[in-house]
C-alpha cells in the first residue's frame, strides 16, 4: 500500500470540475488567475484525451517517474504553458 499527503494543494482538477484549496480566492489577484489557468490546462487535457486516459497517463507518468510531482508529464505542460 502506498500512502502520501498532500501538504499544499492549490487546486485539483476532476474531469471539467475544479476545486480551490480554502482562502485562495482571498489570495493575490495573480496567484488566482495563475492556479485557475494552470487548472484549466487539466481541464482541456481531460477533453483531449478522455477522463480515463488522462487519469491512466498521470499516474502512469507519476510512477514512471519515481513518484516525483514536479516530473509528471502532464504537470510539466500545464506549468509550461
Not at 502520501?4 to 492549490?10: G, M, N, T
Request: aromatic residues 14%; glycine residues 6%.
Amino acid at each position: 500500500m502506498f500512502i502520501f499527503r498532500i501538504r499544499k494543494l492549490a487546486g485539483l482538477t476532476l474531469d471539467d470540475c475544479i476545486f480551490l484549496a480554502p482562502g485562495l480566492l482571498a489570495a493575490n489577484p495573480k496567484i488566482l488567475r495563475s492556479v485557475l489557468f494552470h487548472e484549466l490546462v487539466h481541464v482541456a487535457q481531460y477533453n483531449l484525451v478522455t477522463p480515463q486516459g488522462f487519469l491512466l497517463r498521470y499516474f502512469q507518468s507519476w510512477r514512471d517517474n519515481g513518484f516525483s510531482y514536479p516530473k509528471i508529464s502532464l504537470e510539466r505542460v500545464a506549468y509550461g504553458l
